[in-house]
């Protein structure tokens, strides 16, 4: 059976933001309990306490042995293979080459952090978000990269798949993943984000996390093949203008891209971070559009079409066009601005006392390079230039940090992006000026607001409006 894709939001913004409340507290109470995690508050509760001490001096009888049986076990995450934990890791031998990874490997049993499901009603029409918390560098692991599916993640068999390209062009073919392997190649890497990151936060901050405010972005490494190469082999016929490019999933989502674009930097992927592209992302192949929003890179793509107009498909008509205060709406309003966001400290984190935090976090912009972040902790009064780590990248995420002595009483932490075209990240407010208040969340698409997070005296961050 062919299903209809949801719509894009349910009606009624207060009924979704409890929802999303409700799932991100329940995620974030076992948070709280994991050491590991950067949201962990400590054993507050008493109970629990006891039991920890009794396990600990059960620990300590033991000892001797769990020499003999090399005991203890921590729990595995999803994503990780429980192993055997020694006390003294030197007095035994570690596990064997390949004897229980699959060949393939996975994380250290330590690490938990994982992609984050929205409350929508299915799971097929769904968002995930990236744990940008605990991110590092600018690569997104492939296991964590964000997902935006309208009718789930297709299977398809790569030795079946085929990519039809027609319409105004010289000679319509077909290509098989054979044929596209053999084109010359590129990698680029670069963010993808779904022009829905931040949604929930236009009217007042609603997710705790950075992962529920910015989790639709990441960043791979993407290897294939330039869209020119092919569209210069079919060969477009003059007048042609835009393309069109369909999906192979149940949600055959569709979308106009203007050909100029396709020329200039867009191209077809096989490749994500070394190995083939994941199922999620569009296996065996899908659409990179640098800079522009993430709908546009169709995933699992199947067919293009080169005309004189852009296709007005649902995805540009009813979907993905911005309201504006008038009544009217903006239709292709393709790049993602200048953004940034402190992913450390964010959000329901806990600083354990006053001190040294080195602050960090991740700025891009569709435009191109980002050429300054500034961050502020004192609500926007005062701003510091932060460092720029390398790769500094066009339309890629760029890790920028600063050094911050908290004093311990209360602070609003701010980051602000400026692009190389001069292009200076907006407050919220600025943004709802701008865009007005007539979508059912204010606006829905491109948020690309300065976000704020409250450090309070008792070291706790929470995620807050601040102009
Ligand atoms: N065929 C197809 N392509 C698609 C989608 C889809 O549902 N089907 N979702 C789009 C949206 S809205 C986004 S934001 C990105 C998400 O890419 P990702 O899941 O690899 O992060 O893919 C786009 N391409
Ligand atoms: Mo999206």
Redesign the pocket.
């Known amino acids: 059976m062919k299903t209809r894709?949801l719509p894009e939001l349910p009606a009624g913004t207060t009924a979704l933001h409890q929802k999303l409340q409700a799932q991100e507290a329940l995620f974030l109470e076992n948070e709280r309990r994991n050491p590991e995690s950067p949201y962990y508050h400590g054993d507050a509760d008493p109970a629990r306490q006891r039991r920890r001490f009794l396990l600990g001096s059960v620990a300590a009888l033991g000892a001797a042995a769990l020499a003999k049986t090399g005991a203890a076990h921590a729990k595995a995450p999803p994503g990780a293979i429980e192993r055997t934990v020694f006390p003294d890791p030197t007095k035994a031998q570690g596990v064997g080459v390949g004897v229980d990874d699959g060949g393939y490997g996975f994380r250290s049993q330590f690490e938990t952090e994982v992609r984050w499901r929205f409350g929508t009603k299915t799971t097929e029409?769904s968002?995930?978000m990236t744990p940008l918390e605990k991110s590092q560098g600018i690569i997104t692991p492939s296991g964590l990269?964000?997902?935006?599916?309208?009718?789930g993640i297709?299977t398809i068999d790569p030795t079946k798949h085929m990519l039809y390209i027609h319409g105004m062009v010289d000679e319509a073919k077909k290509f098989n993943m054979q044929d596209i392997r053999r084109f010359p190649f590129m990698s680029r890497i670069c963010f993808?984000?779904?022009?829905?990151?931040g949604l929930t936060e236009w009217i007042k901050p609603t997710l705790k996390t950075v992962q529920g405010t910015h989790g639709?972005t990441?960043t791979s490494e993407w290897t294939g093949v330039p869209l020119s190469t092919l569209l210069n082999e079919v060969g477009v016929k003059s007048g042609g203008k835009w393309l069109l490019a369909?999906?192979?999933?149940a949600?055959?989502?569709t979308?106009s891209i203007p050909l100029e674009k396709a020329m200039a930097d867009c191209f077809l992927a096989y490749g994500q971070n070394g190995e083939a592209i994941?199922p999620?992302?569009?296996y065996p192949l899908?659409?990179v559009v640098p800079g522009y929003?993430?709908?546009?890179?169709?995933?699992?793509?199947r067919r293009i079409e080169i005309s004189d107009t852009p296709f007005m498909t649902r995805?540009e008509t009813s979907k993905?066009t911005d309201l504006m205060p008038d009544g009217s709406a903006l239709q292709f309003s393709f790049t993602m601005e200048a953004k940034s966001v402190i992913t450390y400290p964010s959000g329901e984190m806990l600083l354990q006392r006053p001190g040294f935090y080195e602050i960090t976090g991740l700025a891009w912009s569709g435009k191109g390079l980002v050429k300054k972040v500034e961050v502020s902790v004192d609500s926007g009064k005062n701003w510091r230039e932060a460092k720029l780590h390398g790769p500094i990248l066009p339309m890629c995420h760029t890790r920028f940090s600063i050094p911050w002595e908290w004093d311990g009483k209360e602070a609003i932490l701010q980051s602000r992006c400026t692009d190389e075209t001069g292009y200076v990240q907006p407050t919220i407010k600025e943004l709802v000026a701008q865009r007005g208040t007539n979508g059912p969340l204010a606006s829905i698409y491109h948020l690309n607001g300065i976000q704020s997070w409250k450090v309070a005296a008792t070291g706790e961050v929470s995620n807050v409006h601040h102009y």
């Open positions: 894709p029409s968002w995930s990269h964000y997902e935006r599916h309208h009718g297709a993808l984000e779904c022009s829905g990151n639709l990441s369909e999906g192979g999933d949600a055959v989502m979308r994941r999620e992302q569009g899908r659409l929003e993430g709908n546009m890179c169709i995933k699992w793509i995805e993905y």
